[in-house]
Each structure stands twice: as C-alpha cells, then as structure tokens.
C-alpha cells in the first residue's frame, strides 16, 4: 500500500497575529474534536534518535527525504501512548503508528524492546531492527499546547503550537509538573498547516492577506538544542 503524503507549511506568528488569524478561522473551520473546553490539547513526545544524532543532522543538513522517531502522548494522560515514525519527503509528510500500553513503555524506556515484535505493525519490527542496530535511544521531550482546526472533510488541520518547551528526555513523560526550558519568545508561536491535495481557495485567501514568516524550524532540533545549552 502506498502511504499517503501530506502538505506541511509551517510559520512563526506573533500573539497578534494567532489573535486575528484565530478569529477568521473559527468561523470558517471546525476545532478538533478531541480538544478541551478552551479548544487546546497538550502534546508530548519523547523523540529518539542515534548515537552519531542522525535525525538531528539530516534536519539541519537539509535533507530532503528523512524520517524521525518518537513517542506521544496527550494531556500526559496514559490512555493514548504511540511509537510514532515521521517521514519527511521535501514538503510532504508521512506518519505511521504504534499504540503502547503504559506497561510496554515502560519496558521501552528500559531498553525491553521484545514486545515490538509481538506486533501486528510493520513500523514495530521496523523500529526494533533499526534500535538495535543504530543504538537509538531518548534526546529530548518536546511539550507544547496545540490548539487545532480542521475543514468538514478533513483534509486540512491548521495547528497553533503554544508554549513550547524543552524538557530532559529522563524526566516523567506522564508528570504535568516536570521541569521544562522555554524555546521561543513569549510572544511567539509555531502555526502549522497540514493538507492533503491541494489547499482549498478560501483557506489559501486568507493566508494571503497576512505576512507570516514561513520557517522550517523544527520543534524536534529547537528542543534539542534548548537543552544540550541548559545541561552542558
């Protein structure tokens, strides 16, 4: 089966900007449905990359086709714990997944990685197979708050992320009171559209009448750094 690309654009945006921007959208796109009261999420996840920090070089090399690893959770909640892997093709996206219990990642985080080929998913053997072969193992754990809309049929999902924030990969994924280090400004915020063919004339209509910075900063390398400056 042939995975399914998406578009990526990202942007930095000021709290001005996410202000106007965020208005409009509301009346023209639905919010996500597994958001909060206030429309907002908080997402975590435990990147991991080798020893020689391939994912981390390739990404600041630019290079075109790549992918990452990871682990994600929701509102540092237990009930939705994925082995993610993200494929990156120019500006087109590919991500496919592997649910965990909380007691298979815990034996992840220990280095037990026999479980995965109990697994029905072919990203699980692929993830074990690489693992062991490159020593891949934890680098830094990315937070932030994601507030989310998407159109009626789904195919485009327009994501603000706020409050982003570096934390030591040795730190309780699941604890909501875990130290972490401020990456941006606090006036800035990473806005990310994600669609699948090509971006409807109305959402495009609107994108054009602001100045957004496009920008291919990584929420993965800026945490890295963050804290590679902090811990040294």
Known sequence: MIPAYRHE???????????QLRTVLHSLLGQDAHAGPEGVYHIRSLYLDDLYHTAYRQKMAGVEVRKKYRVRIYDCRTGHIAL????KNGAYIH???VPLTEAEYGAFCGGSLGFLLQKDQPLARQFYVEARANLI????????????FVNDVGTVRITFDKALTAMDPRQDLF??????YHVLPPDQMILEVKFTGILPEY???IF???SFVRTSASKFCLCADRVRHVLR
């Open 9 to 19: 654009l990202k942007y930095l945006v000021s709290q001005a900007e996410y202000r």
């Open 84 to 87: 993610e892997c993200k494929y």
């Open 95 to 97: 991500k496919e997944a």
């Open 137 to 148: 193992r934890p680098c830094v754990i990315v937070a932030y708050d994601r507030e989310a």
């Open 175 to 180: 604890d909501p009171a875990a130290a972490g």
């Open 203 to 205: 959402i495009q209509s």
């Open 208 to 210: 054009r009448a602001y």
